[in-house]
């Protein structure tokens, strides 16, 4: 599947609003080895934490074939793409 650089910088996007997410539960909850988290806290957290690792794998999955696609440096697509997401956050 091939992608626009709009559509990685939105999948990065929202790989760092779920990142985001899963901090904030984490400062909630304090850190998940050391809290006693209720049944609720435990699979909220641990939700979070999935979707968040499930879309940074979808990015990188799909940074590492725009780049194979355009023949650009994964390194280099991956750093542009970072600032581009974080721009449009900031916006």
């Known amino acids: 599947m091939s992608f626009t650089f709009e559509e990685l910088v939105a999948k990065q996007r929202a790989a760092d609003a779920a990142h985001a997410q899963v901090m904030e539960l984490r400062d909630a909850y304090g850190p998940p080895a050391e809290a006693q ?13 999935r979707a968040w690792r499930e879309l940074a794998r979808d990015v990188q999955t799909a940074v590492s074939a ?24 900031d916006t």
Do not use: S
């Not at 988290?37 to 934490?49: P, V």
């Open 37 to 49: 988290l209720t049944g609720a806290q435990k699979e909220t957290y641990e939700t979070a934490l």
């Open 66 to 89: 725009y780049a194979r696609d355009t023949g650009r440096a994964r390194p280099e697509l991956e750093a542009e793409v970072e600032k581009a997401a974080a721009a449009t956050e």
